[in-house]
């Protein structure tokens, strides 16, 4: 990725991509679209969250607005210019995601149709030949395409953004930086637009689109939020004021930090604000305030930051203290949580693409921004236990059975949601091949078959390290004219059979036949026949 630094929203909104940045590199498989598929889906519901954290940002304003015009005019008359602003980037870019759609997508004729078609519905959503057309049109690096246009959109409405704050075009603050630099994996550069759009699948160009936006989202409420807390607070004339925490993600790999600003909504320049914090509550009262730490506060707020070292869900909660002018302090209590997880998103078998009968599969199941410990998986046709490492395992003994399905569920937000559905494949253990001294057929030397002495089954090219027991074999060899067959049960040579191998003469054939074995499963099945040559 770029190496300039991104803000906290900014972080927030390309870790996912990352993920699916590194995914192009592999060939696009159904699994890989779906992937794009459920981060496209959490982008827009992210993009949705920013709406909502910006409509509070605005509703304080009209309430301020209301109590004192004069005070609030000035930093209300810029919130909206920035509303407008950011209402005319996002229908752009908007404009061109529904018009890429369009142009790949043979039955999609309407932005109405591109608007209500979900990314899973779009039937090329695998194809990059005619989104990069769309994007490069004539130009090698997307100077004169679609996507130079919108680097030069993103570019003008950062510029505007920073003149709000009164911060010059070097400030990194907002993120939305196009200069990069952008190296491919061959440490080749590249601009911004080659980085993002130049071959890459219609799926990634709208997951990108969809991340874009969430960026303007993210760099207007760091504005608003910024001309907000412009207004002062010195009088108490708000009637609410709250604690925000804004965290840079909620959905953390395990090893790295979780961060979060801590904002008070209006302050006083003229005070820093005590905050303190405390893990693992829903909120700090008397009995448990002398185990809460204190953070190093300033007039805008302070930094938090924990350490993710473990998977799981996290809470903590804290109060943020303000002294009001006639010297009382008001406590104003804060809350959240966030999820630890590892970088996955299947449920897959994971030594094979079926399940076989009579044995344990192994199977991972996760979901991303879901913690494992919330996700309740059941199968329709089977047994599904979790393992003590946190894995899973199913096994089927109905002989009967050609496919089962295993459905997830998971709480999230306080309750159980349904996160998909997966369906395999039921099948009998593969028969193994059996062999004498490594041959099932050809020319062996009479030592080497003595030195054997029994029939032994080989599973081949197969992922599961299986055990079968043959149960009996009968052995024939042509003695005088005579067909001379030995029966036995087991795998082992009789020694009748033996002292025939020992008799044997140059070019005498034996034939190994009728190998019944028994596998794990229970299946008594019929091996292939045997034909050695004594040489």
């Given at each position: 990725m770029a190496s300039y630094k991104e803000t906290p929203r900014q972080k927030m909104i390309a870790m996912m991509y990352l993920v699916l940045t590194a995914l192009l590199a592999l060939n696009v498989s159904k699994q890989m679209l779906d992937s794009f598929i459920v981060v496209n889906e959490s982008m827009e519901d992210t993009n949705e969250n920013f709406s909502a954290k910006i409509e509070d940002v605005y509703a304080d304003f009209d309430?301020?607005?209301?109590?004192?015009?004069?005070?609030?005019?000035?930093?209300?008359?810029?919130?909206?210019?920035?509303k407008q602003l950011t209402k005319h980037l996002v229908n752009y870019i908007d404009s061109i995601k529904y018009q890429l759609i369009i142009t790949t997508e043979n039955k999609v004729k309407t932005v109405e149709q591109a608007k209500s078609t979900p990314l899973a519905?779009?039937?090329?959503?695998?194809?990059?030949?005619?989104?990069?057309?769309?994007?490069?049109?004539?130009?090698?690096?997307?100077?004169?395409?679609?996507?130079?246009?919108?680097?030069?959109?993103?570019?003008?409405?950062?510029?505007?953004?920073?003149?709000?704050?009164?911060?010059?075009?070097?400030?990194?603050?907002?993120?939305?930086?196009?200069?990069?630099?952008?190296?491919?994996?061959?440490?080749?550069?590249?601009?911004?637009?080659?980085?993002?759009?130049?071959?890459?699948?219609?799926?990634?160009?709208?997951?990108?689109?969809?991340?874009?936006?969430?960026?303007?989202?993210?760099?207007?409420?760091?504005?608003?939020?910024?001309?907000?807390?412009?207004?002062?607070?010195?009088?108490?004339?708000?009637?609410?004021?709250?604690?925000?925490?804004?965290?840079?993600?909620?959905?953390?790999?395990?090893?790295?930090?979780?961060?979060?600003?801590?904002?008070?909504?209006?302050?006083?320049?003229?005070?820093?604000?005590?905050?303190?914090?405390?893990?693992?509550?829903?909120?700090?009262?008397?009995?448990?305030?002398?185990?809460?730490?204190?953070?190093?506060g300033e007039s805008r707020g302070s930094k938090l930051k924990f350490r993710a070292n473990r998977q799981g869900t996290y809470k903590y909660a804290g109060i943020v203290r303000v002294t009001n002018p006639a010297g009382e302090v008001k406590n104003y209590h804060f809350k959240n949580s966030y999820i630890v997880a590892p970088p996955s998103l299947t449920v897959a078998a994971t030594k094979m693409n079926v399940f076989y009968i009579g044995i344990d599969n192994p199977v991972s199941i996760s979901a991303p921004g879901?913690?494992?410990?919330?996700?309740?998986?059941?199968?329709?046709?089977?047994?599904?236990?979790?393992?003590?490492?946190?894995?899973?395992?199913?096994?089927?003994?109905?002989?009967?059975?050609?496919?089962?399905?295993?459905?997830?569920?998971?709480?999230?937000?306080?309750?159980?949601?349904?996160?998909?559905?997966?369906?395999f494949r039921v099948k009998r253990l593969p028969d193994p091949v059996a062999e004498v001294?490594?041959?099932?057929?050809?020319?062996?030397?009479?030592?080497?078959?003595?030195?054997?002495?029994?029939?032994?089954?080989?599973?081949?090219?197969?992922?599961?390290?299986?055990?079968?027991?043959?149960n009996s074999f009968t052995m024939g060899t042509i003695i005088n004219g005579d067909w001379i067959p030995k029966n036995t049960r087991g795998n082992r040579f009789t020694p009748d059979m033996l002292n025939m191998i020992r008799n044997a003469r140059r070019g005498q054939k034996f034939f190994l036949e009728n190998i019944q074995a028994t596998g794990p499963d229970g299946i008594t099945r019929t091996l292939n026949p045997i034909s050695l040559t004594i040489n």
């Open positions: 309430f301020q607005y209301d109590l004192n015009e004069n005070k609030v005019e000035e930093f209300y008359s810029k919130a909206q210019e920035v519905d779009l039937k090329f959503k695998d194809s990059y030949t005619e989104p990069t057309r769309f994007f490069f049109e004539r130009s090698t690096d997307g100077t004169n395409g679609r996507s130079g246009d919108l680097k030069r959109a993103i570019d003008a409405f950062r510029t505007d953004m920073l003149a709000y704050m009164n911060e010059g075009n070097e400030s990194d603050r907002l993120g939305l930086i196009t200069e990069g630099p952008y190296y491919d994996s061959d440490g080749k550069r590249l601009t911004w637009m080659q980085y993002f759009f130049q071959n890459k699948i219609l799926a990634s160009d709208i997951t990108v689109l969809n991340k874009l936006i969430g960026e303007v989202k993210s760099a207007e409420l760091d504005v608003v939020t910024y001309l907000f807390s412009s207004v002062t607070a010195e009088d108490f004339k708000f009637d609410a004021i709250t604690a925000r925490v804004i965290p840079k993600n909620t959905y953390i790999l395990e090893g790295q930090e979780y961060e979060a600003d801590i904002l008070v909504a209006a302050y006083d320049t003229k005070q820093e604000p005590e905050i303190y914090v405390l893990e693992g509550v829903d909120s700090i009262t008397e009995a448990n305030f002398s185990r809460a730490t204190k953070l190093n879901i913690a494992d410990e919330n996700i309740r998986p059941e199968i329709t046709v089977g047994d599904l236990n979790e393992t003590a490492d946190g894995g899973w395992v199913v096994k089927i003994t109905d002989r009967d059975v050609r496919s089962t399905t295993i459905n997830a569920r998971a709480r999230y937000e306080g309750r159980m949601i349904n996160i998909g559905s997966q369906d001294a490594g041959i099932k057929a050809g020319n062996i030397d009479k030592n080497t078959m003595l030195a054997a002495g029994a029939v032994i089954p080989v599973m081949k090219d197969f992922q599961f390290d299986l055990h079968f027991t043959v």
